[in-house]
């Protein structure tokens, strides 16, 4: 029994190492490269090599998930981590052989999600992507404002322009596609100006769209992924204090 309590120990210290995490992230990195490196014409002594080294990093990831699982003091919590899922999954796949033949080309395929795995070990990664999904919800709702406001313009749009311009504004569908290129601000302006020589108002259309949804709308998701990462960590500041407050020794009043 001791022993195993040691063993815990043991594989919980080398797990919150920070060594440890570093060099994990270093052979993520390592991954990513050799993944970008095989896409080139390389000799036959570099592809050996990028072979070798792809299985060594393969082993020590798997390795890597056998200290964390033997870390956990309750295997269950190994379990009920999405990260943790997560990570076992990319390194599952990276077991599967791979060899020269066009039928594992999906799982060669799949190796490139290892890369992946720099976001569960960057702790910084890990809280942005948690932010992003816990803003889902108002996302979705401004990007619907977006949406309502595209339809409104693409109706003007079509209504206004169909006879001047038909390639751009011929229907609904083909004038959200052309203010999909005016929000995005790419060569938007081509868009405008054979309008503006035909129709003096042509301006406000465009710039009030631009406004509105370029400007106004995107913004509006960057303030909402701003405001759902700050109140996390304003959360997790404020469980750090009470946890702190709570753990310090009281002096006995005599």
């Known amino acids: 029994m001791s022993y195993t309590i040691f063993s815990k120990k043991f594989f919980f210290r080398i797990k919150e190492h920070k060594l440890f995490q570093l060099i994990v992230i270093g052979a993520i990195i ?5 993944v970008g490196a095989s896409t080139f014409d390389l000799s036959p002594s570099l592809i050996t090599l990028l072979q ?9 990831f798997v390795v890597e998930i056998c ?3 033997i870390a956990e003091p309750r295997k269950i919590d190994f379990l009920k981590s999405g990260w943790n899922i997560f990570d076992t999954i990319i390194v599952l796949v990276s077991i599967i052989p791979i060899g020269p033949n066009s039928s594992v080309l999906l799982f060669r395929l799949l190796r490139i999600f290892r890369v992946l795995r720099l976001i569960s070990a960057v702790p910084e990664l890990k809280r942005l992507i948690e932010a992003l999904l816990l803003s ?8 619907l404002l977006l949406f309502i406001i595209l339809y409104i313009y693409a109706s003007f749009g079509s209504i206004l322009f169909s006879e001047t311009d038909p390639v751009r504004w011929g229907d609904l569908g083909i004038a959200m596609i052309t203010l999909v290129q005016v929000l995005t601000l790419s060569s938007w302006e081509q868009v405008m100006l054979p309008l503006q020589q035909l129709y003096w108002w042509a301006w406000i259309y465009f710039f009030s769209f631009i406004a509105l949804g370029s400007i106004t709308i995107l913004n509006l998701i960057v303030a909402v992924l701003v405001d759902v990462v700050t109140n996390q960590n304003n959360s997790r500041d404020y469980e750090s204090v009470s946890y702190t407050h709570l753990t310090l020794p009281t002096k006995r009043i005599v």
């Open 30 to 34: 390592l991954s990513a490269l050799m």
């Open 52 to 60: 070798a080294a792809d299985i060594f990093i393969t082993l020590f």
């Open 67 to 69: 200290v964390r699982f």
């Open 136 to 143: 889902v919800g108002r996302v979705f709702y401004v990007t």
